[in-house]
């Protein structure tokens, strides 16, 4: 606990955005927060048993502003309203408060945040269920201690993958060889970035009094291996040979787009956008929407889609008339990489072939970012920089200083040269 009683000794705090306690009677305390560039904020902290907490905002501190005693406070203002603030102002949390917070209540209480301003909610409730909550579900979060979390975390790691399979027949398949094992721990990274999330969110509420124990758990290092596999122009006119019909335009449309395959299923002829030679995404995973400008080929491709239907029918359909649904290109997608003799690969392999094409001929990393949704080039420079090492040759020739020296003439500029 610190003393917060003077505008002097909260200055000299560093403005980290962190909250710092002075107690004001048993269980409860009033807290003091400062940005850099922004006057401080008071709270009131009240400690209700069993790690479980209840916190609110009290008004600004008096860092600039005179004390009004209502949306300015003082110390003492604050100390008092601290004083006499009532944890249980909204009965209906009162229960909810009161009892000890598990693992499985704080993953609900992010998840129901996380479907109101994310994306990609079932995959990650999805993921909770199946490598977090079987483990850590039942604990009470105040008894999560680094060792058990770097524990779960190794096992986590150590456990074999699970397989696609019907409905009630898990299959799982050993890691043995060095990339399986990387692959295994860039699981266990991910879902240990969730849970710390998770029991984050529960920190910021109040309701878990400190998040040292999952703070401490570093995830694997050196395991992020960017995914470099794409097929050359010749497999991929081999591969796309050997795809049928239907799934065939599902494809191409990937390679013209570099879309992923819920962007281009969700896709209806208005859609297609022929006078900027652009197909407009308006159900991207970042929740952005996004044109992708198309070639020539690829113009001419969503043409031909498009002809003859109407504004809001689907752009692409199987064969039975009927749209792409999650998990139906599984399937083609094998036969086609088996017909046509190349190693498996997944859909989310041609978004990979199409940046690495374009970087190769020379496209832009900024060019390419833009065209795959992404907001800034670090992903793109993550997973393809190094193919753009052609085009930066390229440019360097083009733009790098030229001196004049001929460098088998000694240090004579090409002037002295021809005057010699």
């Known amino acids: 606990m610190l003393d917060l009683s003077t505008q ?70 604050a100390f008092q309203r601290a004083l006499h603030w009532d944890p249980f102002g909204d009965e209906g949390d009162a229960e909810e408060a009161r009892g000890p917070l598990t693992v499985r209540q704080a993953v609900e209480r992010y998840l ?24 850590l579900g039942d604990l009470k979060v105040e008894d999560l201690t680094t060792r ?51 029991l984050n969110h529960a920190l910021e509420d109040g309701l878990v009094e400190s998040g040292i124990a999952w703070k401490r758990v570093k995830g694997f290092r050196g395991v992020e291996a960017a995914r470099t596999r794409y097929l050359s122009k010749e497999e991929l006119r081999t591969f796309l040979e050997n795809c049928p019909d239907d799934f065939g335009k599902l494809a191409r449309a990937a390679v013209y ?23 407009y995404f308006p159900k991207t995973k970042t929740g952005a929407p996004r044109y992708v400008y ?32 999650r998990n139906h290109h599984y399937r083609p997608m094998r036969d086609a990489c088996e017909a046509a003799e190349i190693d498996p690969l997944g859909f989310h392999q041609l978004r990979h072939t199409y940046a690495s094409l374009y970087l190769m001929s020379g496209g832009s990393l900024v060019a390419l970012a833009k065209q795959l949704g992404h907001t800034t080039t670090r992903m793109v420079e ?34 002295e040269v021809e005057s010699s």
């Open 257 to 279: 787009t570099g879309a992923r395959v819920s962007e281009i299923a969700a896709l209806r002829a208005e859609d297609f956008r022929p006078e900027i030679s652009a197909v």
């Open 382 to 415: 993550k997973h393809y920089g190094h193919l753009a090492e052609s085009w930066r040759a390229e440019e360097a020739r083009k733009h790098a200083p030229s001196l004049g020296i001929v460098p088998d003439t000694g240090d004579k500029l090409e002037s």
């Open 112 to 135: 129901e945040w996380y479907k109101a301003h994310r994306r990609s909610y079932d995959r990650l409730r999805y993921n909770f269920n199946a490598h977090v909550l079987p483990e």
């Open 148 to 198: 058990r979390l770097r524990t779960w975390h190794q096992r986590l790691a150590e456990k074999p993958a699970r397989l696609r399979g019907k409905k009630g027949k898990s299959r799982y398949r050993e890691a043995k060889t060095e990339d399986q094992k990387r692959a295994r721990k860039v699981t266990a990274n991910r879902q240990l970035k969730d849970l710390k999330a998770a």
């Open 8 to 77: 002097t000794k909260r200055r000299n705090l560093p403005p980290d955005g962190r909250k710092r306690w002075s107690r004001v009677a048993k269980n409860r305390a009033v807290g003091y927060r400062r940005s850099k560039g922004r006057d401080g904020t008071w709270y009131v902290r009240k400690h209700l048993g069993n790690a479980v907490y209840r916190m609110e905002a009290l008004g600004a501190a008096d860092d600039s502003r005179l004390a009004d005693g209502d949306e300015v406070l003082s110390f003492g203002q």
């Open 294 to 325: 198309l070639a020539d080929e690829g113009l001419a491709f969503f043409k031909d889609l498009a002809a003859g239907l109407d504004p809001r029918d689907p752009l692409l359909v199987k064969k039975d008339g009927k749209p792409w649904a």
